[in-house]
């Protein structure tokens, strides 16, 4: 059965815990409902974004150049990506951005597809992103750790997803490629220790925001050819990208950044205007009432704790992955999502990630409610 | 080079002619800066559309209930396609639909692709959305009517573009397959003659009301099965569909219809509310004026104006389409894109269009003033 398609029903108590098998950001609505909110408003009359084109002199003609203002904004606030010298390119969400990316890089008169490798656990998406229209152009092949070749496309997810973990990419061949999926690179779910700059960076207004719904993903880029090739994707695919999710998209940055400005200018207290405050002020005390449930249950386990400095908040502070990857340590569990669903907790099983069946995902951005019916189930599990 | 990254600027004269080599419907912007524009402008604020999820009972997932009933509504209004007893799906315009379509009708474990036909003269963007990931899964094989085999999938587009045409399936096994791509079927472009009740019929807002850039397209589907299959082609490949997109479709697309009922009911006059009298007004206007022009020139043709009853606007029409497919008649012309570029007048040739290159593609849905630029230049060619 699909991830997407559960069965999930809204506002009925037992079935709310489908959601934590998605990684669905609902969290954040309640900042998007505060002070914030108003000028987040997007207001698009009836004659506006008509045309497929948005900037006919960029390689990316269906980028909104509003948008890609407020990416390199963002990105010049909190330092976590290099943008100097860097294409941005927009795409329907990151999964689009992805695909673009095994296009750009995929030798298109190859003899076989390519190897497109992740270490184990990886993103659950990655295998079918790649391998659902049976491309000859790339092929799902494991983990990179066990992989033995020159020719590969390595996707790096740093902090991974299923697992949290700080990674950098395992196979050093000079023919292969890597793919940075960046997602969770945000001051909310881990320390901002470095201005990165890989060659291809993935980020996704969903996981920095909370904005799952518009759709919206954008590339850094340094090489103009691959970045050429990547647009072409968007293009061939979908005729570029909605204006209206961009103008969105945008707009919901820019108030971001705006919110950091202003603060700044005011001087004010409280983080009810600062996106990443707020957020990692929550995701802190679910990780804390998370790790409490875990030792009063006694017989999970979670990854260590990760503590750094942040450049973008001078200050250290521990990590606060978007996921939980909750192990089981008792014997008898031999399939821990099976075991949790009897207990009304429902996850993704590790096997989706290339690991095994006594670990699980577990959300951590769902809404107060999911997530506090969540804990208090776990903590009574003997 | 790729008919979207043309160098085309804005602004100046020379290159206003680039236009009309793409089907931008700009020509409908006047429209929805008159007096409907007003009703169709969106607002959503920054707490809104957060999810990945619209509606989880519905096998399409993301699909936004009110995008639901504003193309079931505009449906019911026109009468050119049943909805009763079909799913409606989103995409990301209706390239993405297409792609979802063949993804649902293609064996995924059959020995070779399936193939992909068509009628020569088809869409230009055909092929290539069939072949650019190399798919194991379909393979493009051109002209409908050169087609040997009882396994394919055959596309009918309907009105045809490029040349307008009224079109059926040529193919006829009980093993083949069909999908309508009836962007084109609306009263603007030629009469209403049936309600059309084909298995898998495929719209977007792009054609029908000019929003090209919002990238919302959707598809009638009568089997639930192959409609569950396209909705995990959106899913796997964009994880659904911007609900920001979806809002801006559905506030104008009932704008049109809401145009229609208040306009019986105050019984007023003038067409500034009714989007499909207005285009048709407009349209039939400008298939004037290319028609004069042919006939001034002298060198040049067009297919047979054809008429017929429209049961929507209750009335005998001519047909106006989208594109104008225009042959030359002089011997020495033997590259009419090449020719006409020389004119300064940018179309696409009709080899892209499994055609000879004696014929061009002209977009009739750009600006007023690229329009008349375009029939003036042209009526002087000798």
């Known amino acids: 059965m699909s991830a997407f398609t559960s069965g999930k029903k809204k506002n009925t108590k037992p079935c709310v815990m489908y959601l934590l098998r998605r990684g669905d950001p609902t969290m954040f609505e309640t900042f998007w409902r505060g002070p914030i909110g108003e000028s987040a408003t997007l207001v698009i009359p009836g004659y506006q974004t008509m045309s497929y084109f948005s900037d006919v002199g960029n390689l990316c003609w269906f980028l909104e150049p509003g948008f890609e203002r407020e990416v390199r904004r963002l990105h010049s606030l909190v330092g976590n990506a290099a943008v100097e010298g860097y294409h941005v390119l927009v795409g329907t ?22 190897s497109v490798v992740s270490t184990t656990p990886f993103y659950s998406m990655y295998p079918p992103l790649t391998d659902f229209l049976n ?25 991974n997803n299923p697992d949290g973990s700080i990674r950098e990419a395992v196979l050093k061949s000079k023919s ?20 990165l700059a890989h060659d291809i960076m993935l980020f996704t207004v969903s996981k920095c925001t909370g904005h ?6 954008w590339a850094l880029v340094k090489d103009k050819e691959v970045a050429q090739k990547m647009s072409k994707f968007m293009e061939q695919s979908t005729i570029g990208v909605s204006k209206d999710a961009q103008l969105r998209a945008a707009k919901v ?16 207290g409280g983080d009810a205007n600062l996106l990443f405050h707020y957020a ?17 249950s006694g017989i999970f386990s979670l990854p260590n704790e990760v503590a750094g400095f942040c450049t973008f908040t001078k200050d250290t502070v521990t990590s606060n992955p978007a996921f939980a990857w909750l192990r089981c340590e008792k014997q008898e569990v031999e399939d821990l999502e099976s075991f949790l669903r009897e207990n009304k907790i429902i996850t993704r099983s590790g096997t989706k990630f290339g690991a095994d069946q006594k670990v699980v995902r577990i959300s951590m951005v769902d809404t107060d409610e999911a997530f506090g019916i969540f804990v208090n189930r776990l903590a009574t599990i003997k």
Not at 136 to 157: K, M, P, Q, S, T
Not at 254 to 268: C, I, N, P, R, S
């Open 176 to 195: 292969g490629k890597d793919i940075h999926d960046l997602a969770y690179y945000w001051p909310q779910y881990t320390p901002i220790t470095h201005m």
């Open 253 to 268: 940055l820019g108030a971001v950044t705006d919110g950091y400005e202003h603060q700044l200018a005011a001087a004010a």
């Open 212 to 217: 799952a719904g518009t759709r919206i993903g």
């Open 280 to 296: 990692r002020r929550k995701m802190a005390h679910r990780w804390c009432a998370l790790r409490a449930a875990v030792a009063a």
């Open 135 to 159: 491309s000859g152009l790339y092929r799902w092949a494991g983990d990179a750790n066990a992989f033995d070749g020159n020719d590969y496309i390595e996707v790096i997810c740093s902090p």
């Open 93 to 114: 969400g990151s999964s689009q951005l992805f695909q673009a990316a095994l296009y750009a890089l995929a030798l298109p008169i190859a003899d076989a597809p390519v």
